[in-house]
């Protein structure tokens, strides 16, 4: 199964650094190239691309048109599978916006765009934190936390992502200084919110297998976070398990089923090891609905093993984004580099479910890992 990375180019990034503008924006582009001074961002971007060279077979990249992806991607030898139209040229905020939303309706896992602050902040507008994404840095004021160190980082995490390798997720800040007081020498950042953004890092070093003491301080930090975390007259949906019914301890004092599917509402239970029909009799109160699951720690499903009355018609009532996957990470670390399996006995609804997806480690603490069964490639006439 290929990783889908959509790649976002600002064909000005960096280019009022070198004409001492402090930054891009504004008129300060048109200065800088009237003084003969040009972006680098198609050099960093090649350098991202090289190191991916040997995983190329592994991806399916999608970009914009012209200079805002394309041209590199050719010029590096990657034939995009989607080219999504830019409107303007020169290029604006707006075609940036545009794209970030049209390759997140695409459903890619991952959104790779290069830039500064200013493109990051464009990229936020368009799709918040509903997008894993990450920032290959090529702007002149890069105070945002959704930066990689450099390409090579940049595409390093990729690779994690494509191996199956266990990488942390957060929030990070999208901030961005105002070009016009920097000029006269005032720094002034503001906090404009926050993107999900995959860390490269040493993510298992603290991890002791077998460690029974450890695994359940673990689950109760899980079990807080998500206690702490609860949105009021939402109906929570829990899986079976031995990782969910500590989530399940902490919601109430009356005792979860370990095998079975039960609901709460505002820390108390609503319905207890329902079956599919009572289950989706209750969805269809129109109430706020989360789901929590696990996976089965020996196979790695998330569905179909075990919790069959979380069927294709409650998952897709229940929807994707407002499903959260709990597991420790010696749990995940022993899937050893497999992904998240399923089988709801629709293989193109399973296909609609895979992709990366946020696992709850620990209180505040996410990893991204693979969820989806390896199908065959579909024929692809335009490459990739």
């Not at 001492?20 to 003969?36: C, P």
Request: aromatic share 6%; hydrophobic share 40%.
């Amino acid at each position: 199964m290929k990783l889908s990375v959509g790649l976002i180019v600002n064909p000005i990034a960096g280019i009022g650094g070198k004409a001492a503008l402090k930054g891009s924006d504004g008129d300060a582009a048109t200065i800088a190239r009237a003084r003969g001074f040009r972006s680098a961002v198609t050099e960093r971007v090649a350098t991202f691309l090289a190191e991916l060279d040997a995983f190329r077979h592994q991806i399916t990249l999608l970009t914009c048109q012209g200079e805002m992806g394309e041209r590199v991607c050719r010029e590096n030898a990657w034939q995009p599978a989607t080219v999504v139209p830019v409107n303007h040229c020169p290029t604006t905020a707006g075609d940036t916006k545009k794209a970030a939303l049209s390759l997140k309706a695409q459903g890619v896992d991952l959104l790779v765009f290069a830039g500064g602050d200013g493109t990051a902040r464009d990229v936020f507008d368009a799709v918040g934190d509903s997008t894993l994404v990450v920032g290959l840095p090529s702007g002149v004021k890069m105070h945002s936390g959704v930066f990689a160190i450099n390409p090579v980082a940049a595409a390093r995490v990729v690779i994690m992502l494509i191996r199956g390798e266990v990488v942390s997720g957060r929030q990070g800040e999208v901030r961005d200084l105002d070009e016009s007081l920097l000029r006269s020498g005032q720094v002034q950042s503001r906090y404009y919110g926050e993107m999900l953004t995959p860390q490269e890092g040493r993510y298992l070093q603290n991890v002791k297998c077998g460690g029974t003491e450890k695994e359940s301080i673990v689950l109760d930090e899980i079990a807080s976070y998500l206690y702490d975390n609860l949105v009021p007259d939402c109906l929570y949906v829990i899986g079976a398990g031995s990782t969910t019914q500590a989530v399940k301890q902490k919601l109430s004092d009356e005792p979860g089923t370990l095998l079975g599917v039960d609901i709460y509402r505002d820390e108390q239970i609503v319905a207890k090891d329902v079956d599919e029909p009572a289950l989706f009799a209750l969805l269809d109160q129109n109430n706020p609905v989360k789901l929590i699951v696990t996976f089965t720690g020996a196979q790695g499903y998330l569905f179909g093993r075990g919790n069959q009355q979380l069927s294709r018609r409650i998952l897709q009532k229940i929807g994707r984004d407002n499903t959260i996957v709990i597991a420790t990470k010696t749990k995940i670390k022993s899937l050893n580099g497999r992904p998240l399996l399923l089988d709801t006995g629709d293989i193109e609804f399973d296909r609609q479910l895979s992709g990366l997806i946020p696992v709850c480690t620990g209180y505040e603490d996410h990893v991204i890992y693979r969820l989806g069964n390896d199908f065959p490639d579909e024929p692809d006439s335009q490459g990739g």
